[in-house]
């Protein structure tokens, strides 16, 4: 009996280990590197939409800094009923502007009138100057001598160019 | 051997690879920011230093501010059959360079340079915009002639219409700011002056001329005039001097009037001369005293004409004050003999009767006699119309001595008279 018992007691240690140390080594080094690749890949893209945003909000901001609108000069053309005003916005700076609208007190004058050599929305390459001509006779009231004009234009990336003039119609 | 046994190394390194790529993406990916953040300071930079360069950029138009001369005709380019040629005039008042883009004109009269020249398109009524060009064109400047240099003293601009376009006023037309002209920079300033130029004085003004006038002051009656009164110097004067019992005060650079009336060459009297001739020698009474003249100058901003004839109620100078006894600082003077002796205007004078017609935007001179056997008070012009601005007074005397053919002047007996002597 006794014989017996110690044969048991001897076989037990050597059965502990659920795997190998290899095959455990291996699982290790497989779940660390796993787990290293999902993190270097959420922070990879982490990174890349910041970089990315950054680099488009950097660029676009530099690009409206480099837009340099001027107006230069205004004249009122008003023959008739007619009630036109002539704009001449030049591009001073170092990036091309894309003129999308025109106000004039508060309203929107999207499409300009005959006789201008620009009607928005219009390109003005760097040193050009266009010359719109607005029809503000739908303004209400009636505009009238002595009035004022708040004029805006206002460029895709968002700079404006404006300008007050006070209203002359000749034999008013 | 050990690193076989303990295989710690490899789980370190592998760490350490791993905590240095996190590492390394987040450092470039904040360098790549941070370039992108530089780029824009730059161009930032950049854009602040343009406006800095804008804005100390500073034109401004110097006498005779535009030159314009009929035979100063072009031929080239595609100037056909010819081109009017102007010069602008321009200082750089900044030191740095500026580059002119553009010139615009607008017109607020529509009378051509020779006031009525047949086939002449006049002005530019509906807003001239001059570009510039290599070679004469209508309607350009010249490209070679746009930059002013830092500093630079009257420059000149030139430019051309067609041969049929002419500017208000090209030539003297006794008017001013017929036309507004601005002048556009490439940094996108805009400068603008106003042409012909508005005269800042009565000196300025193109009918007048300076000459040596010489006022004689005769006798000693009661009150009479006394010579210690004359200042040793004064403005625009030389003092007095006595020649041959005569006091004479001499006024080497006095203005006058160039072109001759029936009133003789006008003078513009020294203030303190006027003061001495009111306060000393008016009050004796008596014929034989040298004319003075109030001139008035006044300004036609009315959108149409105006027409100036003796009758014009609002010539008369009326005056307030019946008493000898002026308030102190007042301009002290005799009453009015007549409504209106005549008028100045482009270059001429006319006799009061005859109508002028006063452009918009001109100014014209209107000469009052003074009666010298009158009351003493305050000159004030009443019933003026609305749209002609008061601009100056003056007063003025003729260039008649005793003997002279104005019946105001006639004696040579005066006792305390008054006289502009070319002799004294």
């Known amino acids: 009996m006794k014989s017996r018992l110690k044969r048991v007691n001897r076989r037990r240690p050597k059965h502990t280990l659920a795997v190998s140390t290899v095959i455990a080594n291996m699982m290790m080094i497989t779940i660390t590197l796993g787990l290293a690749a999902i993190l270097i890949a959420w922070t990879g893209s982490t990174y890349g939409l910041f970089t990315s945003g950054s680099q488009i909000f950097y660029t676009q901001r530099g690009q409206a800094m480099q837009e340099r609108l001027t107006i230069e000069n205004t004249f009122f053309n008003t023959t008739g009923t007619n009630r036109r005003l002539l704009i001449f916005v030049r591009n001073d700076g170092a990036e091309e502007a894309n003129i999308v609208a025109i106000y004039i007190n508060g309203i929107n004058f999207g499409t300009t009138g005959s006789g201008g050599s620009c009607n928005v929305p219009v390109t003005i390459p760097v040193g050009n100057v266009c010359e719109f001509n607005v029809n503000f006779q739908s303004l209400s009231p009636s505009p009238k001598t002595g009035d004022t004009l708040y004029v805006i234009v206002a460029s895709a990336r968002g700079n404006r160019a404006t300008y007050t003039v006070r209203i002359y119609i000749p034999g008013t | ?424």
């Open chain 2, 1 to 424: 051997m050990r690193i076989w046994r303990k295989r710690r190394a490899v789980s370190s390194m592998i760490g350490g690879i791993i905590v240095l790529t996190l590492f390394l993406s987040a450092l470039s990916v904040m360098v790549f920011i941070s370039q992108q953040y530089d780029t824009y300071q730059s161009t930032v930079e950049t854009m602040n230093h343009n406006d800095i360069n804008a804005f100390s950029e500073n034109l401004m138009a110097v006498y005779p501010g535009l030159y314009f001369n009929s035979n100063q005709t072009v031929t080239q380019g595609t100037c056909n059959p010819y081109c009017y040629q102007y010069v602008l005039y321009i200082s750089n008042e900044a030191a740095i360079g500026t580059q002119i883009t553009r010139i615009y004109i607008n017109s607020t009269d529509t009378r051509p340079y020779s006031q009525g020249a047949a086939g002449q398109t006049v002005g530019c009524g509906n807003l001239c915009s001059f570009d510039s060009s290599s070679a004469p064109q209508p309607f350009h400047f010249l490209a070679s002639s746009a930059f002013v240099n830092p500093s630079e003293f009257s420059h000149q601009v030139i430019f051309y219409t067609n041969n049929t376009y002419t500017l208000p006023c090209s030539q003297a037309c006794g008017a001013y700011g017929l036309n507004s002209i601005a002048v556009v920079t490439s940094r996108g300033r805009v400068f603008s002056f106003q042409w012909p130029f508005p005269p800042t004085g009565v000196s300025t003004v193109s009918y007048l001329t300076t000459g040596v006038m010489q006022i004689a002051y005769l006798g000693s009656g009661n009150p009479g005039y006394a010579s210690t009164n004359e200042p040793a110097a004064v403005s625009r004067g030389s003092g007095g001097t006595s020649v041959a019992g005569i006091y004479c005060h001499s006024e080497p650079n006095a203005t006058k009037v160039a072109t001759g009336s029936a009133y003789g060459t006008l003078w513009f009297v020294n203030p303190w001369a006027t003061l001495t001739i009111f306060k000393d020698a008016f009050p004796l009474s008596g014929a034989n005293h040298t004319q003075i003249f109030v001139v008035v100058e006044v300004t036609n901003n009315q959108g149409g004409p105006i027409v100036i004839t003796r009758g014009n109620m609002w010539l008369q100078l009326t005056v307030p004050q019946t008493q000898n006894n002026p308030s102190p600082g007042s301009m002290v003077i005799l009453t009015i003999g007549g409504p209106l002796v005549g008028t100045y205007y482009n270059g001429a004078f006319t006799i009061a009767g005859s109508q002028t017609t006063v452009a918009s935007l001109t100014s014209v001179l209107l000469v009052y006699r003074i009666n010298i056997w009158s009351w003493v008070g305050n000159i004030q012009i009443s019933q003026v119309p609305s749209g002609v601005t008061f601009s100056g007074m003056a007063t003025m005397t003729n260039d008649q001595e005793g003997g002279g053919t104005t019946a105001y002047f006639s004696g040579t007996s005066a006792l305390d008279g008054l006289y502009v002597k070319s002799g004294c």
